[in-house]
C-alpha cells in the first residue's frame, strides 16, 4: 500500500504540502531568485484548457527546491471552466495568479513569452514538456537558446522524478510559496502503479485539474538528473523510504 495515498483518489497529504509552503512570499519574490539555477516543466493546453508554467530552484546546498509557478486560461472559457471545474478562475485572475489569454484557445504565444523571460531572468538549464506537444514549442523556443527536453509519460519516464517530489515534501524540502491553483491541484492529484512499484500521475483517476503538479514533477525530474553526481539528494540517502 502507498502511504501517501489518504482516499481513493489522493496521492498527496494536504496536511504535508501545507507545512511546505514556505515563508510568505511578495510581488518581489520572483525578482529576488533572479540569476539562480532554474529548471522548468510545462502542462501546454492543446486548445481550450488551463496551461501550467512550473519551475524549480534547486539549492544543491542544503537541498530546498523552490516554486515558481504561472498558469493561463482563454479568457472567453473562464466562465465555462468556473462552472465545470468548481473554483474561483475570476478571483485567482484578479489576484495576479492566472493569466487571462485573447480568444477562445490557449494563446501558445503567451506561453514562449514567459519561457523567453524566465530565460533571461534565471539561469534556465531546461524546459520539460510532453513529448507529443514538443514539437509545437520546440522551434521557437529553442530558436532562442532555450532547451526544451521530451519528457515521456509513462512509469520509467516519469516514476522517479514522483518519487523526487515525494521526498522533497516528506523531508520538508519543497518551498512551493503556497498559490492556492497549486494547492488545488495537489488536493484532486491520483496515481497509477504499476507492478514494479512505479507511480504516475493519473490525470484520468483525479479529482480536478493537475496541469501544475504535473509540471512540477517533470521540472523536479530535470533538477535530480543534472545534480552533480546525476542523483538526487534524496535517491542517495533514502530510496525506499516510502515503501511500507
Known sequence: ??????????????DTWRKCAGDPRGPEWPRSMAGKELFAGVDLSATTDLTALVGV??????GFFDVIARFWLPALQIDTKERVD???YRQWAKAGLLELTDGAAIDQGAVEKAMFEWGEMYDLKEIAIDGWQAERVRQNVE??????????QGFAGIGDACKTLERALINGKLRHGGNPILDWMAANVAIKTNSEGYIKPAKDKSSGRIDGIVALVMALGRAMLRA???RSVYVRAERGLLSV
Open 1 to 14: 500500500m502507498n502511504i501517501w495515498t489518504e482516499q481513493a483518489s489522493r496521492w498527496l497529504p494536504m
Open 57 to 62: 530552484f534547486p539549492d544543491r546546498k542544503d
Open 86 to 88: 468548481k473554483v474561483p
Open 143 to 152: 530558436d532562442q537558446g532555450l532547451t526544451i527536453f521530451k519528457h515521456t
Open 228 to 230: 552533480p553526481d546525476n
